[in-house]
């Protein structure tokens, strides 16, 4: 695989083992964030930090971004677009609406450079692993160039059309998996209340019609996935306030394309409720949640 330059911005739970695969492939890696001690992290992981993000942008092959939200990827792209040199591949990694993600793939076209967007799933442990899924954004010869730098963050990259369209595939899985997450939670909360014991109802249900990715890989409760967060006391994973801020998009896409989405505004709903005391737990702690409101 040819090296690449690149420059990666966001080193936070998820971008600091995205940016620690890079190095550990053997690409140049030019690092940057406003916390020192995320700096630190990346210096230990074997990048090179630099003091500005424009500084990470300059004459790099490509430059990646995992950022918290959409205004802060319009924002920053303010300061890389004139910085990179013309022809740079921009992948902006972050979660966010797909108008932002529209309006940054314009920017960086205008500016005389190639963008995707290529939101990730599998959370903390899948960055560590390299195993991310990609969902990809873009026009197909910018993906066919990305293609080796992301399958050395991720498992499986996925090229789902134009700009946005990356994003578009991550709102929908991730309302798809939260709705799913509050189904079974309900499930297993009403099993303890009849006498199922939580293995029982893994060992029917995991072979069941009403088996799923949340049961299986994510089980909410402890035991029958050892490698579940409900084994760890809930320590995230996929925090609830990043579960609560995807479903939030995903809910002002259902409004603003006129889809009558009633469990994807309801579990937007619950989880921003949820979010306003556990954000920082792992978004499979809503069980404890619906146990707690269940009263006895």
Known sequence: M??????????GHMGAP??????????????FDPVPAARDQARADGATVVATAAEAARDRDVVITMLPNGKLV?????????????????????????ADARAAARQAVSAGHRPLDAPVSGGVAGASA???????????????????????????????GEAGVGQAAKICNNMLLG???????????????????????FDVVSTASGQSWALTSYCPVPGPVPASPANNDYQPGFATALMSKDLTLAANALRANGIDGQLGELAAAIYERFNQTDAGRDFSAIVTDIRDRSGE
């Open 18 to 31: 995205m940016a620690a695969n890079l190095v550990a492939a053997g690409h140049d890696v030019l690092a």
């Open 179 to 201: 709705i799913s997450m509050i189904g079974l939670s309900e499930a297993l909360v009403l099993g303890e209340r009849l006498g199922l014991s939580h293995q029982s109802f």
């Open 130 to 160: 390299g195993t991310l899924t990609f969902m990809v954004g873009g026009a197909a010869a910018d993906f066919a160039d990305g293609l080796a730098v992301l399958e050395v963050m991720g498992g499986k990259v996925v090229h789902c």
């Open 2 to 11: 040819t090296k690449k330059t690149i420059g990666f911005l966001g080193l």
């Open 74 to 98: 319009l924002d920053v792209y303010t300061e890389l677009l004139p910085a990179a040199r013309p022809g740079t591949l921009f992948i902006d990694c972050s979660t966010i609406d797909v």
